[in-house]
């Protein structure tokens, strides 16, 4: 009898569906909209494993209901959704995909240094509504980005690809990471106050954990730059929105850039986040493109697979074991 593995989405690029189902009988969650947390653990029920994505809740509830899973593969870096305590409680492994998407989110993190440095969102959408009657010579004023000095907080693989890119800008670069306390790459290693106080760019590369929730808040703001440009392409719960809104329309803070927001995904037209002209925000498209997409849910799929063949998963969650006890 072939495995059962759940899929919390259709939708999903490249070939690693097919690699699974070519092995197990696939029981894929068929609407577009994503499946609520009681929706999700019937599709579970029953098998012995499953692939989601990083905003599907994976807690007590969901292994209690999947009572014969073994693995839960989540096409997703970041596992803030996760209750690691219930899943290594349980026996189950939950896997993650590191190292396909560093160079992608960079990519990204780059785009909105520039669009918010630069004002260009407020400048298409100035177009867009039919505002480009004359060129002024004032009109769209940006500050430059050759010669600022980027400060990295979080310097793992996403934050040493954004150095990359920033240095052949010819940006100056900086970082504050614990885990890395000395110069490294071409970037000076500084401490958190002094990275604030002195970078012109700040750019978040750390998880969503209780020490880095509100992480950027209203004194840590103030401690910035007025011609400082806040980027944020991790999690949105290290920013503190109403403080953020705040700075930029005070003047405080000169323009951000937000890839991630608290409670996603938001659609409301008039939410008023999306109306600041010095902020640019993004659907949480850093990963986004054709490749690195489909290299996610192929090694989610892969880690399906290894474990349902009694071998040790490729890429575990940090801290949680890598085969079954």
Same mark, same amino acid.
């Given at each position: 009898m072939s495995p059962r593995v759940a899929v919390s989405r259709r939708d999903l690029p490249g070939p690693g569906l097919r690699l699974l189902a070519d092995r197990?009988?696939?029981?894929?969650?068929?609407?577009d909209a994503p499946p609520a947390p009681?929706?999700?653990?019937?599709?579970?029920?029953?098998c012995d494993a499953a692939l989601v994505l990083g905003t599907d809740k994976v807690d007590a509830a969901l292994l209690d209901a999947g009572s014969r899973l073994r693995v839960v593969a989540l096409a997703s870096m970041g596992y803030d959704a996760v209750d690691v305590a219930a899943v290594t409680g349980r026996g189950v492994l939950?896997?993650?995909?590191?190292?396909?998407?560093?160079?992608?989110?960079?990519?990204?993190?780059?785009?909105?240094?520039?669009?918010?440095?630069?004002?260009?969102?407020?400048?298409?959408d100035s177009m867009r509504g039919g505002g480009w009657s004359t060129f002024r010579m004032n009109g769209f004023l940006g500050l430059d980005v050759h010669g600022a000095t980027l400060g990295l907080v979080g310097y793992g693989q996403i934050g040493q690809a954004l150095g990359r890119r920033a240095a052949g800008l010819g940006m100056r670069v900086q970082h504050h990471d614990p885990s890395k306390p000395d110069d490294h790459g071409g970037s000076r290693a500084v401490d958190f106050d002094g990275l604030l106080r002195t970078s012109? &760019?700040?750019?978040?590369?750390?998880? !969503? $954990? +209780?020490?880095?929730?509100?992480?950027i808040g209203p004194a840590e703001l103030a401690r910035m730059k007025p011609t400082a440009t806040l980027v944020n392409t991790s999690r949105g719960g290290i920013v503190d929105e109403g403080a953020l809104r705040a700075a930029l329309r005070t003047g405080a803070l000169h323009s951000a850039g937000l890839d991630?927001?608290?409670?996603?995904?938001?659609?409301?037209?008039?939410?008023?986040?999306f109306h600041e002209p010095h902020l640019v925000v993004l659907p949480h498209v850093g990963s986004a493109?054709?490749?690195?997409?489909?290299?996610?849910?192929?090694?989610?799929?892969?880690?399906?697979?290894? &474990?349902?063949?009694?071998?040790?998963? !490729? $890429? +575990?969650?940090?801290?949680?074991p890598a085969r079954r006890g």
């Open positions: 197990c009988d696939l029981e894929v969650w068929e609407d009681a929706q999700l653990a019937d599709l579970v029920s029953d939950v896997t993650h995909t590191p190292n396909v998407l560093a160079e992608t989110t960079a990519d990204l993190a780059l785009a909105l240094i520039l669009m918010a440095r630069r004002r260009l969102g407020a400048a298409v012109d &760019v700040i750019s978040l590369h750390v998880p !969503l $954990t +209780p020490r880095t929730r509100g992480l991630v927001v608290v409670d996603e995904p938001r659609a409301d037209p008039a939410d008023p986040l493109t054709e490749a690195t997409r489909a290299a996610m849910v192929d090694l989610a799929a892969r880690n399906i697979l290894a &474990v349902l063949d009694g071998q040790a998963a !490729l $890429t +575990p969650l940090p801290g949680t």
